[in-house]
């Protein structure tokens, strides 16, 4: 039965940064151990066939999510086989089930176990299910990562001057997208959808408020606060930098997916609804470092 050296993943998604090692693959089972945010385990996929996957701590056995573990050694590594888009990694190997994250095209998975039509992959973001048919092996691939700064501004760029509309949620079939989405999607589909939880989920440490967009770094998420609840945050979007516009101004700008535009407002794209690059206003008062983009 092979084994191999992984880690704990947590990605934000557990209270206080603790991952339980449960007695059986069961979220009401007994806790037997409790795990940090790296530290280390040994894994047995051989035992995963859904969102359970058994795992060794200190000579303590039981199961754990694996969303949660990394496995980034070891392992063959394949690459993202697919023409455009992303690829599902998902929490069994089945459609429907629920996508854990989205991997980029020619990035690198370690595939840990094939059944049937499915394999159990691992990277740096976790654990999950992918479509067999979609992963070539290629020892030479990139391993897939959380994006850098760059290639989040890209991806959100991608959807930029496309036809996309602005609709409630996200729809790649239907070309809509909302503007917590916009952020959540570029980021491979890691963290919240919603401004207020997006905010609310990340580190007091990692945001705060602003009163001049100088103050702000590229990459970094933006929201503004409603009127009425300054706890509420009731817009969001990712802060681009000094970018020059069509009529010849350099303007602090930002990468937001709104319902609408004002006549006056300078825009990169023409699309007038949907996902564009466009000057900031006075708004915008919060910003937050995703802990799921490398800056």
């Not at 206080?16 to 940090?36: D, F, H, P, Q, W």
């Not at 589909?189 to 702000?216: C, H, M, N, V, W």
Request: charged letters at 20%.
């Amino acid at each position: 039965m092979a084994t191999y050296k992984g880690r704990v993943q947590v990605n934000g998604c557990l209270k206080e940064g603790t991952l339980y090692l449960r007695k059986s693959a069961n979220a009401e089972s007994t806790i037997v151990a409790e795990m940090s945010d790296g530290d280390e385990l040994t894994l047995i996929p051989d035992s995963c066939n859904g969102p359970w996957i058994s795992a060794t701590y200190q000579n303590i056995s039981g199961y754990v999510k694996a969303v949660n573990v990394a496995v980034t050694e070891g392992a063959p590594l394949y690459r993202v086989n697919i023409d455009r888009g992303t690829l599902n990694i998902r929490e069994k190997p089945a459609i429907p089930s629920d996508v854990y994250f989205t991997a980029a095209k020619d990035r690198g998975l370690y595939v840990l176990k094939t059944s049937g039509d499915w394999c159990l992959v691992s990277c740096n973001i976790g654990t999950g299910w992918a479509s067999k048919n979609l992963l070539v092996q290629d020892p030479s691939a990139v391993p897939f990562d959380y994006p850098t700064v760059n290639e989040f501004l890209e991806r959100l760029k991608s959807f930029c001057g496309n036809g996309w509309e602005y609709g409630k949620g996200y729809s790649s079939t239907g070309k809509y997208i909302d503007c917590s989405n916009y952020p959540y999607v570029a980021r491979f589909s890691l963290g919240e959808k919603g401004a207020s939880s997006e905010y609310g989920s990340i580190r007091d440490e990692d945001k705060g408020t602003f009163t001049d967009p100088s103050q702000l770094e590229v990459g970094m998420e933006i929201f503004q606060s409603d009127p009425n609840n300054k706890s509420t945050k009731n817009h969001m979007g990712v802060y681009a930098g000094l970018v020059k516009f069509n009529n010849g101004q350099t303007l602090h700008a930002v990468y937001q997916s709104r319902s609408s535009y004002s006549a006056n407002q300078q825009a990169i794209y023409s699309e007038r609804t949907g996902p564009n690059l466009t000057e900031m206003n006075s708004a915008w008062d919060s910003w937050a470092w995703s802990p799921y983009v490398q800056h």
